[in-house]
């Protein structure tokens, strides 16, 4: 499934391969890698609603503390509970286990000016 990235390191795939129904949102492996040590997690409720930037969630680090944005306009309609309990599982597997919420997208033409593997990685490796 393709994963495609915002400006502000977060990441976006579909639920499925139909896409379109839902699309999972985490940080990516590279913001994970520049916080370091992830010890608090606060994710919005199931149920809220954003637009397109948002602040949406909030990651704290033995470093930093960081918002994380909403990609896309959309409803929550999932929250990864696990990830609150454990924060640690965003430096294990930022891109899989650790993903933050499932959203239901309120305008699908957002997901083409995300950025794709490529891009984003020359993004990442050149700000």
């Known amino acids: 499934m393709t994963v495609l990235y915002t400006k502000d390191h977060e990441w976006v795939r579909a639920e499925d391969d139909k896409g379109g129904e839902l699309y999972i949102v985490g940080i990516s492996a590279h913001a994970a890698e520049q916080l370091g040590d992830v010890v608090f997690v606060e994710l919005p409720a199931a149920g809220k609603t954003f637009a397109k930037g948002d602040d949406m969630a909030v990651v704290e680090s033995v470093k930093a503390a960081s918002d994380v944005y909403a990609p896309i306009s959309g409803e929550v ?11 640690a599982k965003i430096n294990e597997d930022a891109m899989g286990a650790a993903w933050f919420v499932k959203i239901r997208p309120s305008d699908e033409s957002e997901i083409g000016a995300l950025m794709d593997e490529a891009a984003y990685k020359d993004f990442a490796e050149n700000s």
């Open 77 to 87: 309609v999932e929250v990864n509970t696990a990830v609150v309990d454990e924060p």
